[in-house]
């Protein structure tokens, strides 16, 4: 079984801040973890025309315990979880980093949103290099996501997708794990990656028909496959089933998660190219910004 002893939840007291903490808290009672509040305050310039020429504005002592009193806020003193906190100055994505480092932290947990286009770059690179340099497990919490629940456990459905690497496998222990504890429903996803229209009707319609039977070959080979990922001790514990479909991977991920009304999203992060590495994996990339609920993201 997974443990999580120390949650790290960067917030930035916009208005979704309250639904970020409410989801590390209600995931910190149900594993008994204590959880580091962090705000990292912007390196401000005294003159913003000329930055590099001039020394930014010190965060002084009273505005750390001005800023220190507002976290205390976003827990109430009745929650039943031991609450840290913590403000520093620097780059976010930089501090978040450090920070989960020195804890050390099992999970991140943060909100994907911006309330302007230029904020939503800022925030989504922030986020971006946190899901690829992370050295735990990220929770990335959507704007559209569900209120967090405070009655434990928080997710009950949970939608594991698997391309069979490392770092899927290892999402996938941790998705048993907490679909074990939760009794949680918990659906094993595998997607044959075949691009535009071959996707729909490749069965039917594609040629020559020796290509088809290789496919047709290849696709048992990832069906039996799935069914052994799964040991047999598992279906005591929770509800497992595994699923196959064919098509664009974060498509059917997110059209998966949208039917089975997922709460939870559990995949691994890893990138194949300069461009996957550079955008920390196209499918992570679009299920992350597009998905309705949480999404936690495991790395090797």
């Avoid at 020429?53 to 205390?72: F, G, H, K, Q, S």
């Avoid at 806020?73 to 978040?96: C, K, L, N, Q, Y």
């Avoid at 992370?134 to 569900?146: G, N, T, Y």
């Avoid at 907490?178 to 429903?185: L, R």
Wanted: some cysteine; aromatic content about 6%.
């Amino acid at each position: 079984m997974i443990e999580l002893k120390r949650i790290l939840c960067p917030i930035d007291f916009s208005d979704f801040s309250q639904r970020t903490v409410d989801h590390a808290v209600a995931i910190a009672r149900w594993y008994e973890s204590t959880v580091t509040l962090l705000y990292v305050r912007a390196l401000v310039p005294i003159a913003p025309a000329v930055p590099e020429m001039l020394p930014a504005m010190a965060l002084t002592a009273e505005d750390r315990d001005e800023l220190i009193a507002a976290l205390a806020r976003f827990v109430p003193a009745d929650a039943g979880v031991a609450i840290e906190r913590d403000v520093v100055e620097g780059h976010a994505a930089t501090e978040i980093l450090a920070h989960a480092k020195a804890l050390p932290s099992d999970l991140v947990i943060l909100g994907t949103h911006g309330r302007s286009g230029f904020e939503r770059l800022l925030l989504g690179s922030v986020t971006e290099r946190v899901l690829r340099k992370a050295p735990c497990p990220v929770l990335s919490v959507p704007r559209q996501a569900d209120d967090a629940t405070p009655v434990a456990p928080l997710f009950k459905r949970i939608l594991c997708a698997v391309d069979f690497s490392d770092c899927s496998m290892r999402a996938l222990d941790y998705a048993v794990s907490m679909a074990q504890e939760a009794d949680a429903c918990l659906t094993v996803l595998h997607v044959f990656d075949l691009e535009g229209a071959m996707s729909e009707h490749w069965r039917d319609r594609l040629t020559p028909p020796s290509l088809r039977k290789e496919l047709e070959t290849l696709e048992n080979e990832r069906r039996d496959r799935l069914a052994r990922t799964i040991p047999a001790s598992v279906g005591s514990y929770c509800d497992v089933e595994t699923l196959m479909t064919s098509g664009t991977p974060y498509r059917e991920i997110l059209r998966v998660a949208g039917e089975k009304q997922s709460e939870l999203i559990v995949m691994g992060v890893h990138g194949r190219n300069a461009a996957d590495i550079l955008f920390f994996g196209s499918t992570t990339n679009h299920v992350v910004r597009q998905a309705p609920c949480p999404v936690l993201t495991i790395r090797t």
